[in-house]
């Protein structure tokens, strides 16, 4: 009876495939005959992209698009394997499935003897993989294959020497190690307390915590115990313990920190729910544990969802009532400090105390007004959040929305610096933040205003001052970076080039730390990085196109592509190495910065540590170019820990090239911000008369590409 079940089951699985009963072109059949019998003559049967094209001509299919479906086709029906959304992949071919399986296999074979405690050495691979089969050049391809299938995780970087190490979760040991009651004791410390949240799953994909293991290493600060279900670690004065729950379909965060520091710690909250949001894109619900069940060791503590304590904590509750012992009342401050925001040292501002005047501008994110806060002029950016009517998309969308909030919040108060936008404050009802008025609007409405002079002293000025507020981000422990880095997220102090700040970098809602943000959130392709297009983890790299893309629109104030009308086509260009021309008449380091920034692979850009340093570089040729100005440009000493310049590359139209040199780090108070810009905006005047300039205009800038906002 079963085995007619079983076979039922496999007629209708087949019956529902989807080229099952079509017909199927004479070029694609021709074009599977070829691979087939290729796939016995190769060894292994591998093959790049460009290989696969003349077996494509020789089929007949000439047409690159008409290829691409006929790879789809005979890749839906088992023949071969393509990874076009994996970088590390995009140019292999795999013309026998079953090589791949062999392949993974080898690795999880009991008979492997190499994987001592889930860690592989690459070493190791030469005893694992053996030629012809799994040649040694191929090591680095098939490692990447393992982690594609969520097999195995680097630990380190592949080097061709194989010194580097790979995480195998499936030889980790499967249940709690007796080290844990040690390391974890049943109840926490004198003076310490705990906070938990749960994720509740439909289902824990094949390798997520594998996954999430390589992560939370690069977030952990010490002490770090991890096993095949588990990870215990530190995070500075916090003790995270991490597991599945596979019984429950869970996956459980419990944290202990002092009484005096009562909040979870939001990069190791955010790493988890980037990986599961991002990544895996599966549903969830995440649920609170009420600290008062847990403090009494309560066997089914009561679980509060976590959209009614975000609900509670915007609307300014106090306490969210547990049903036990006759509906206890918990308070959100210890329940879901990190919510109700209880660690933040700024200023909680009412929003009746807000005098909110004019609207600057409107984006899809928030509204920004111009206003009066305590007798001082502010920017007001409302985030839009939308009634909780229609049912889970809603509470998905207000729980994005107070996410991002959060974010930003913690990201600006957390740092200061005076290329950065200052926060003044925040509104929890409504959800608003409130930083200094910035009365030159943004770089990209300057730039495209062409009754507004841009000389090389000012631009020069300009794609420093981002720079260096991009440095310090980038220097944070861990680094942040900023993931929407753009011209209207650029917002000017001053258009005076004699003052001593003229632009800051703002919008932080996307930003974080590296393991704590997804790829795919920016839609705009203009400034977004070839590698984010493909759907691959954000590093700084990506922050450095995009700086790249900027310093493009400061020589040439003009959309990047301006002549396309399509995003589509933008993102096509892109991710085929195309970018628009630079100026003939573009100083020569100028011009190589641009193309080392906008390189094609992220490891050949530089940091902006060595932006910083390359800047100097170009500031002695504008010297030397532009006599007139010589008296902006003087002479600076180099960085002490960058002794020799950088060599130099030819300006290119289409790119594919960068390297390196160093930074310089300043920090003003906001008093000392606004004396500057005080002093600057007395030569105003003087400045407008001699450069041509109108001016400077009230604006603001929200999120929304190429915004002009007027007062």
Request: net charge neutral.
């Amino acid at each position: 009876m079963v085995s007619k079940k079983l076979r039922s089951d496999m007629e209708e699985c087949v019956v529902q495939q989807k080229h099952m009963g079509e017909s199927i072109p004479t070029s694609f059949k021709l074009l599977e005959k070829q691979i087939f019998e290729e796939s016995k003559k190769r060894v292994p049967p591998v093959m790049t992209k460009k290989e696969l094209h003349k077996f494509g001509i020789i089929s007949n299919i000439i047409d690159e698009r008409e290829l691409a479906r006929a790879v789809k086709t005979l890749m839906e029906m088992g023949s071969l394997l393509c990874f076009e959304h994996d970088p590390k992949l995009a140019d292999t071919v795999i013309l026998s499935p079953s090589w791949l399986v062999d392949c993974i296999t080898a690795i999880l074979s009991p008979k492997n003897t190499f994987t001592m405690n889930g860690t592989l050495i690459h070493s190791s691979l030469r005893n694992i993989w053996k030629g012809p089969v799994f040649p040694e050049h191929l090591y680095k391809t098939m490692l990447s294959l393992l982690e594609n299938f969520d097999v195995a995780f680097p630990l380190t970087p592949f080097d061709e020497n194989l010194t580097g190490t790979t995480l195998i979760p499936a030889f980790l040991p499967e249940s709690d190690p007796p080290v844990l009651a040690e390391l974890w004791q049943a109840k926490p410390k004198k003076n310490f307390k705990e906070l938990v949240r749960s994720y509740k799953f439909e289902y824990i994909p094949y390798g997520l915590f594998g996954r999430l293991i390589i992560r939370l290493l690069n977030v952990s600060t010490g002490a770090v115990h991890h096993w095949r279900h588990g990870i215990v670690f530190n995070y500075g004065i916090y003790q995270v313990l991490i597991r599945l729950k596979h019984q429950e379909t869970a996956l459980e965060i419990a944290c202990r920190m002092p009484d005096y520091n009562l909040t979870m710690p939001r990069d190791v909250v955010e790493t988890v729910d980037t990986l599961i949001k991002s990544y895996y894109k599966i549903g969830m619900q995440v649920f609170v544990p009420c600290v008062h069940c847990v403090d009494e060791h309560f066997d089914n503590p009561t679980l509060f969802p976590l959209e009614d304590c975000q609900t509670a904590a915007v609307s300014g509750g106090v306490y969210i009532k547990c049903m036990r012992n006759g509906n206890t009342p918990i308070r959100l401050d210890r329940l879901v400090p990190d919510l109700t925001m209880k660690d933040f040292q700024g200023s909680k501002v009412a929003w009746e105390a807000l005098d909110v005047g004019d609207m600057l501008g409107e984006g899809g994110a928030a509204t920004v007004y111009k206003g009066v806060w305590e007798g001082d002029f502010v920017a007001i950016k409302k985030l839009k959040t939308r009634e909780k009517e229609n049912g889970p998309d809603d509470d998905d969308t207000f729980s994005k929305v107070f996410n991002e909030f959060r974010r930003e919040v913690f990201i600006m108060s957390g740092l200061e610096h005076q290329n950065l936008v200052k926060l003044r404050g925040l509104c929890l009802d409504p959800l608003a933040i409130v930083t200094e008025f910035m009365g030159c609007g943004d770089l990209y409405g300057f730039l495209h205003d062409t009754t507004k002079e841009l000389n090389w002293i000012l631009r020069f000025k300009i794609a420093n001052d981002i720079a260096n507020g991009m440095s310090f981000l980038h220097s944070a422990k861990p680094p942040i970076v900023h993931r929407d880095l753009k011209s209207p997220n650029v917002l000017l102090a001053s258009t005076d080039y004699n003052a001593p700040v003229v632009a800051k970098v703002s919008d932080f809602g996307l930003s974080g730390a590296m393991s704590t943000v997804s790829s795919a959130e920016v839609a705009n392709p203009r400034w977004l990085a070839p590698e984010i297009m493909n759907f691959q983890e954000f590093t700084e790299a990506a922050d450095v196109y995009s700086y790249g893309v900027i310093l493009w629109e400061l020589l040439t104030r003009v959309d990047f592509f301006a002549e396309v009308s399509f995003n589509s086509q933008i993102e096509i260009n892109v991710k085929n190495g195309m970018r628009p021309p630079i100026p003939s008449d573009c100083p020569t380091r100028y011009a190589a910065l641009v193309n080392r920034c906008w390189a094609q692979e992220p490891s050949e850009r530089p940091t902006f540590k060595d932006i910083v340093f390359l800047l100097l570089q170009i500031k002695k040729e504008l010297r030397e170019n532009f006599p007139d100005f010589a008296e902006f440009f003087t002479e600076e000493a180099a960085p002490q820990n960058n002794k020799e310049e950088v060599p130099q590359e030819k300006p290119k139209e289409e790119v594919k090239t960068a390297p390196k040199k160093k930074k310089k780090k300043t920090e003003l108070t906001a008093f000392s911000i606004l004396q500057n810009m005080a002093a600057a905006e007395t030569t105003k005047d003087r400045m407008s008369q001699k450069m041509g300039m109108s001016p400077p205009f009230a604006t603001h800038s929200p999120r929304n590409r190429g915004m002009s906002l007027s007062s």
